[in-house]
């Protein structure tokens, strides 16, 4: 014994991933789909049996094919670690009481219509196209960055796009928009990345979306903003491997398989999102209950056309990483703190319904 994991369960023979696969032999000790999984890297040492640790060969289905689809037990095995996550602590609902006046949370449960595919940063993994885990549970998910990312994307999509010939709008929109989401990338001396995008987007609109930042935080240079909205990762139950296999021109068979890990349709997880309005602190209730609203009412539009039309995942041009328009009620809550009690919903417009209510002053 070692002591050393990788070297302990070494491969060394194409016998060895079939036993690897099965549990058997000097693997028994591996119980945990994930370990055998990562046990499964030292076959890159022998290039004559990579291939077979992703799939196996057309006789027999082994390695990472066979220990994602082998029963359901990886299934099983990720279910049993989100509810560690949840006795931990970490994938539990939010307390918004010690937060202050107007804050709120929208969360609900959330069910793939179409897989969702990410890319893990781990350096190394028996395919290419891993999908991103959690470093400690190994449990897929979705990071706060990135639904953060996603709808900021769709929200200038659906609420900037739009305006592009109106520079005055454009540039509230865009300010409220720093306000959400904070400090756009590429703000610097000499504009690049994102904020060039928008500069470019609508270039008459450049000097006074700057003229509004300037006006509120009171410098010449762009201020660091914390934006008001904070996401929380979304943690699936399930995995999947799916397989492209391009075929050749000539022969029209394939030969070179790409296996790439999803979370399949059908798949759970739960959105969560909160809203701190520091910025508007302050203010008289009246008017703070209105700049609430309007916020909570464009990020609704922006949850919506992300989850149900463009899609939060990779490859999503191509229809991937959408959800449900329907979910359990009972797990659903929108609170407004102050200003409006705890409201279910089971799809966004009953979502919208509901905070037409508030808006109206019928907080049912």
Not at 130 to 154: E, I, Q, Y
Not at 197 to 223: Q, T, V
Not at 297 to 312: A, C, Q, R, T, W
Request: net charge neutral; hydrophobic share 35%.
């Amino acid at each position: 014994m070692s002591h050393d994991f990788y070297v302990d369960f070494r491969i060394q023979r194409k016998e060895d991933i079939d036993q690897l696969t099965s549990g058997s032999e000097k693997y028994k000790e591996l119980t945990d789909v994930l370990s055998r999984i990562m046990a499964l890297l030292s076959a890159f040492e022998k290039e004559e049996f990579r291939n077979y640790a992703k799939a196996g060969d057309r006789k027999k289905p082994s390695g990472l094919k066979s220990l994602i689809h082998s029963n359901g037990n990886y299934n099983d095995q990720l279910r049993y670690k989100l509810s560690e996550v949840k006795l931990l602590g970490i994938d539990l609902s939010i307390d918004i009481s010690e937060l202050p006046h107007g804050s709120w949370i929208i969360e609900f449960p959330i069910i793939l219509k179409k897989p969702f595919i990410s890319k893990d940063d781990v350096p190394l993994y028996i395919i290419e196209n891993p999908v991103r885990k959690d470093k400690v549970f190994g449990v897929p998910f979705t990071s706060s960055m990135a639904w953060k990312g996603n709808l900021r994307w769709t929200m200038m999509k659906s609420h900037l796009e739009p305006v592009v010939n109106d520079p005055s709008k454009f540039a509230e929109i865009r300010y409220q928009h720093t306000l959400l989401f904070g400090t756009e990338k590429g703000m610097e001396e000499m504009a690049k990345g994102w904020t060039k995008y928008l500069d470019d987007l609508c270039p008459n609109a450049k000097e006074a979306y700057r003229s509004k930042l300037k006006e509120r935080f009171g410098k010449d240079e762009a201020p660091s903003l914390t934006g008001m909205l904070y996401f929380y990762p979304t943690f699936w139950d399930r995995i999947d491997l799916e397989v492209i296999n391009p075929h050749d021109r000539k022969t029209k068979t394939g030969k070179n398989p790409i296996y790439y890990e999803v979370v399949p349709e059908g798949a759970k997880g739960f959105f969560r999102l909160v809203y701190l309005p520091f910025y508007y602190l302050g203010e008289p209730l009246p008017e703070l209950k209105n700049k609430v609203l309007k916020d909570l009412k464009d990020v609704i539009k922006g949850l919506e056309e992300m989850m149900l039309k463009y899609g939060f995942s990779a490859k999503k041009s191509s229809g991937y990483g959408v959800i449900e328009n329907n979910w359990d009620k009972t797990e659903s809550r929108l609170i407004i703190k102050e200003i409006s009690d705890a409201h279910k919903f089971g799809n966004f417009d009953e979502l919208k319904k509901v905070v037409d209510k508030i808006e109206g002053g019928t907080n049912e």
